[in-house]
T-cell receptor, first 114, second 114 residues
Framework: AQSVAQPEDQVNVAEGNPLTVKCTYS??????LFWYVQYPNRGLQFLLK??????LVKGSYGFEAEFNKSQTSFHLKKPSALVSDSALYFC????????????FGTGTRLLVSP | SAVISQKPSRDICQRGTSLTIQCQVD?????MFWYRQQPGQSLTLIAT?????????ESGFVIDKFPISRPNLTFSTLTVSNMSPEDSSIYLC???????????FGSGTRLTVV
């Protein structure tokens, strides 16, 4: 069965500093990996996805993520955090083949201080 | 990407009553997904709805409690039946769009049962 782990409930970072939100996954075969962001009282917004190809994926709002197959990780990164990046971030996975169900991690709350 | 209109955005309901949530997509999609996000929790898949067939429910969710309709390729409804305070959650619909397996989410329905 597929699963996603986000080991940090919360990440705190100062504005202007780099940020990393961690995600590891378990899935049969090759994965499709996704990052979503949720602002208060809002739905999920798509940030980026890894399907195939380059391990470094660039997404919306300056975010990027690196796929590491050997470590089964897909950490979300941004070189310089903004206060407006403060939100809840979800990592999700589905297998490359088979049923197209997304499985989500438990979420990581990112707090960027001024 | 596909655009989803989800209604209502929020509601406060009396226990024992039912609420029907609607999702309208601006393009034809084969699969639609319904998720629940309990307070402070991650997203849990309730069921998958394909047009022309009965919905497929995940473990822990049953049709009598969460009946789903999928009358065509652009519309689906989820009903939360005989509600109790434990049903207070955000409910989201989602679709797969395009060839690159992107997932789009509705803005969510915030349900409070009193």
């Amino acid at each position: 069965a597929q699963s996603v782990a986000q080991p940090e409930d919360q990440v705190n970072v100062a504005e202007g500093n780099p940020l990393t939100v961690k995600c590891t996954y378990s899935v049969s075969g090759n994965p499709y990996l996704f990052w979503y962001v949720q602002y208060p009282n809002r739905g999920l917004q798509f940030l980026l996805k890894y399907i195939t190809g380059d391990n470094l994926v660039k997404g919306s709002y300056g975010f990027e993520a690196e796929f590491n197959k050997s470590q089964t990780s897909f950490h979300l990164k941004k070189p310089s955090a903004l206060v407006s990046d403060s939100a809840l971030y979800f990592c999700a996975v589905r297998p490359y083949t088979g049923f197209q169900k997304l499985v989500f991690g438990t979420g990581t709350r990112l707090l960027v201080s001024p | 990407s596909a655009v989803i209109s989800q209604k209502p955005s929020r509601d406060i309901c009396q226990r024992g009553t039912s609420l029907t949530i609607q999702c309208q997509v601006d393009s034809q999609v084969t699969m639609m997904f319904w998720y629940r996000q309990q307070p402070g929790q991650s997203l849990t898949l309730i069921a998958t709805a394909n047009q022309g067939s009965e919905a497929t429910y995940e473990s822990g969710f049953v049709i009598d409690k969460f009946p789903i309709s999928r009358p065509n390729l652009t519309f689906s409804t989820l009903t939360v039946s005989n509600m109790s305070p434990e049903d207070s959650s955000i409910y989201l619909c989602s679709v797969i769009w395009g060839e690159r397996y992107g997932y789009t989410f509705g803005s969510g329905t915030r349900l409070t049962v009193v």
